[in-house]
């Protein structure tokens, strides 16, 4: 995975997921791998599991013994603490956990896992089977027929898109605070959560942009392959009040260094710093949604940027472009649709409502076919009178002289003959009228 250029934290969880399977089912030899075996651990880590007891009569724990409850560390205790809101006494050595926090991280985590998560761990075996076949080393994948779980029946983390009122607000609560997060000022964050919602890019893509990725004039900015999640290099285009904002920005920094660097990315912390500054701005992380709780995460700001593209009235495949996914289905669980944006859009349809009592129908928009004669063809002209597509048929010639065309001519694409009738106009004699039978004998029998 790392020839192939895989980022380390990707390398890293594969790993950590074929490690966690293989050992819970037991698997040490090829030949002990069983699909049956693995889809029955899998189906045990997504149940809830047992959870920990709290010994009796003790009111508030050291951290030390909560880690040693819950069978985490020290710093991920702290982790969860901070991640969750929930409350702790003291600092240091005197840092108290009160019982109801304690319980509170127990139920967590004794909750089975998601079925996201569960997709992630057979990805992960069945892509190292793979490559143990395209390399020799086995004949076959003893975890193709391993299935995928529909992740759309629980999605333990819906994300939700910030309104351009609330991302006005977030902004100038962002640019005016005093409090630096892992090295990046309140400017700083103000003008990345600017180009995160302006270009979609993902917080890793966005941790490792320098000054000279970015083209004020045309204005663009590039992401280079090694960065982009897809491997390939993308060339995005910026919005021309976000390039005039940067300018002044970027001239201030080095050319070679990345302008929001630092490990807020890299340990991913970008939930924890826009939540900060959400509060600040008095908008709320969480809100209750049709299916559950939503956050507005960092990752929520792709959801915004494709949000508010397609409210803007851009269609679905340039926004896949823009977002550089694979399937526009994707794309379209980014792109948001709420309740007011759907009466919108009904608002949008004609009056169905007849405006008095004695009218029974709705008029319907005249096509110019109604009221045509039938499209019999005249027997001396040979083109039809009644309704018909354009054809050469419309190109009567008025006058001897010939004058101009009372119609256009009719513009086709490559291959229009494929799809519809030729026209039943003939050559150009039928379009003069004649007394001469023979010529009327002719058109008839071309005619039949």
Same mark, same amino acid.
């Given at each position: ?5 895989d ?5 890293? &969880? ?8 293989f050992?819970g ?5 090829p030949?002990? !791998? ?18 920990a007891?709290?010994?009796t009569g ?5 951290? !030390?013994?909560v880690?040693?409850?819950?069978g ?10 901070? @991640?969750?809101?929930l ?5 240091g ?13 127990a ?16 990805? *992960? ?5 793979r490559w143990?076949?395209? *390399?020799?080393? /086995? ?10 779980? $529909? =992740? ?10 910030l ?5 006005h607000?977030l902004? $100038? *609560? ?7 997060y892992r090295?990046l000022?309140?400017?700083? @964050?103000y003008f ?6 302006g270009?979609?890019?993902?917080a890793s893509?966005?941790? $490792? ?5 970015? &083209?004020l $004039? ?6 280079v392959?090694?960065f982009?999640k897809?491997?390939r290099?993308?060339v995005?285009?910026l ?9 002044d920005y970027?001239a #201030? ?5 990345p !302008?929001?660097?630092?490990t807020?990315?890299?340990?991913c912390?970008?939930?924890?710093? /826009?939540?900060?500054d959400?509060?600040?701005?008095g908008i709320?992380? %969480?809100? +209750?949604?049709?299916?559950g ?5 960092f990752?929520?700001? @792709?959801?915004s940027?494709? %949000?508010l593209?397609?409210? #803007?009235g851009i +269609? ?5 472009e823009?977002?550089?996914?694979? &399937?526009?289905?994707?794309t ?7 309740l007011?944006?759907?009466a919108?859009?009904?608002d949008?349809l004609?009056n169905?409502?007849p405006?008095?009592?004695?009218m029974?129908?709705?008029? /319907?928009?005249?096509?110019? %076919?109604?009221?045509a ?5 005249d027997?001396?002209?040979g ?9 050469s048929?419309n190109?009567?010639? !008025? ?8 119609q256009?001519?009719e ?5 229009a003959?494929?799809h ?7 050559? =150009?004699?039928c379009?003069?009228r004649?007394?001469d039978?023979?010529?009327k #004998? ?5 005619l039949?």
């Amino acid at each position: 995975m790392k020839a192939k250029g895989d980022t380390t934290k990707h390398v890293r &969880d594969t790993l950590s997921r074929c490690t966690a399977l293989f050992a819970g089912c037991g698997f040490v030899f090829p030949l002990d !791998v069983d699909t049956g075996k693995a889809a029955e651990w899998l189906v045990r880590q997504r149940r809830d599991g047992g959870q920990a007891e709290l010994p009796t009569g003790v009111d508030e724990f050291r951290p !030390v013994e909560v880690a040693a409850i819950l069978g985490i560390t020290k710093s991920a205790l702290a982790r969860a603490i901070r @991640r969750h809101r929930l409350s702790a006494i003291g600092k240091g050595k005197a840092r108290r956990i009160p019982r109801a926090t304690v319980a509170a991280l127990a139920t967590n985590a004794a909750r089975g896992v998601g079925p996201a998560t569960l997709n992630h761990y057979v990805r *992960a075996v069945r892509g190292f089977f793979r490559w143990l076949v395209r *390399a020799k080393r /086995i004949g076959s994948n003893p975890l193709e027929s391993l299935p995928l779980v $529909n =992740a759309a029946v629980e999605v333990r983390r819906t994300r939700r898109e910030l309104t351009a009122n609330e991302l006005h607000r977030l902004s $100038n *609560a962002t640019r005016m605070s005093s409090r630096s997060y892992r090295g990046l000022s309140g400017e700083d @964050r103000y003008f990345l959560y600017l180009v995160a919602t302006g270009t979609g890019f993902r917080a890793s893509a966005l941790s $490792n942009l320098t000054p000279a990725d970015f &083209d004020l $004039n045309t204005p663009t900015v590039t992401l280079v392959a090694r960065f982009n999640k897809s491997r390939r290099t993308k060339v995005q285009p910026l919005p021309v009040d976000v390039a005039t904002a940067l300018r002044d920005y970027l001239a #201030s920094k080095s050319i070679s260094t990345p !302008v929001w660097g630092g490990t807020w990315a890299k340990d991913c912390r970008g939930a924890e710093m /826009i939540r900060l500054d959400l509060e600040a701005a008095g908008i709320p992380y %969480t809100v +209750d949604g049709p299916e559950g709780l939503e956050y507005a995460d960092f990752h929520s700001l @792709r959801h915004s940027f494709l %949000t508010l593209g397609g409210r #803007s009235g851009i +269609d679905l495949r340039t926004l896949q472009e823009l977002a550089r996914h694979s &399937d526009p289905i994707l794309t379209a669980r980014y792109s948001h649709r709420r309740l007011y944006d759907l009466a919108g859009a009904v608002d949008k349809l004609p009056n169905l409502v007849p405006d008095s009592p004695g009218m029974v129908s709705i008029p /319907i928009r005249l096509t110019g %076919t109604e009221g045509a004669k039938s499209a019999v063809p005249d027997a001396v002209t040979g083109c039809a009178e009644g309704p018909q597509s354009a054809s050469s048929c419309n190109l009567r010639d !008025v006058e001897a002289g010939g004058s101009e065309n009372s119609q256009p001519l009719e513009k086709t694409g490559a291959g229009a003959d494929l799809h519809r009738p030729a026209s039943i106009c003939f050559s =150009a004699p039928c379009r003069a009228r004649t007394d001469d039978p023979l010529i009327k #004998s002719q058109l008839l029998y071309q005619l039949s």
